[in-house]
């Protein structure tokens, strides 16, 4: 009788363990969900953001060439992504979308870099590089809005458009831009 009840306890004990390991299991991977679908939405609108900032340097940058430079103004360098200082958003998001996030990042520091000598040099600068990082972050950021269930901004197409006839134009490439593999698990 004794050890029925002790054998009772120790087996209640560990049924309650192993239910307290699940439940509690079961809210962190909730939990976790719901930080990365926010910081996924979060970074896809700063995307959006830093895509707006470059659609109006595009457009003042046509408006300086088609007045002669009596109107709007050019701009060399890529803005900071809004999510570059702070780095901690991106610890949420899938590994594979971090990668690529961080590698947006050092490609858009790279070109900046890559400008200044060309200013310093008095060499013309490659509008492809411009125009195919502004294509990459189009991609994942249609592919990331897509993950969370919102449509593509279509209010880019003009400027993917007018992206893609840079980059034809480009003494570096000479075809249309073609989505990079983002394949990023689902």
Same mark, same amino acid.
């Given at each position: 009788m004794i050890s029925q009840?002790?054998?009772?306890t120790l087996l209640g004990t560990a049924l309650g363990a192993i239910l307290s390991f699940c439940i509690t299991s079961y809210i962190q991977w909730q939990q976790s969900r719901r930080q990365r679908r926010?910081?996924?939405?979060q970074v896809v609108n700063n995307l959006r953001c830093?895509?707006?900032e470059m659609a109006w340097r595009i457009d003042q940058e046509n408006l300086w060439v088609h007045s002669n430079g009596m109107d709007g103004t050019t701009y060399n360098d890529l803005p900071k992504?809004?999510?570059e200082t702070s780095l901690e958003l991106i610890s949420f998001l899938k590994p594979a979308t971090a990668i690529r996030l961080l590698r947006l990042i050092h490609e858009k520091d790279a070109i900046n870099i890559h *400008?200044?000598?060309s200013l310093w040099a008095e060499e013309d600068i490659d509008d492809?590089?411009?125009a195919k990082l502004f294509l990459d *972050?189009?991609?994942l950021c249609k592919r990331m809005s897509l993950q969370v269930g919102w449509p593509d901004e279509v209010s880019f197409d003009r400027y993917k458009a007018m992206m893609n006839e840079r980059l034809e134009k480009s003494p570096k490439q000479k075809q249309p831009y073609e989505s990079p593999s983002l394949s990023m698990p689902h």
């Open positions: 009840g002790i054998l009772g926010s910081a996924t939405m830093w895509m707006r992504f809004p999510f *400008v200044q000598w492809g590089q411009h *972050v189009a991609a």
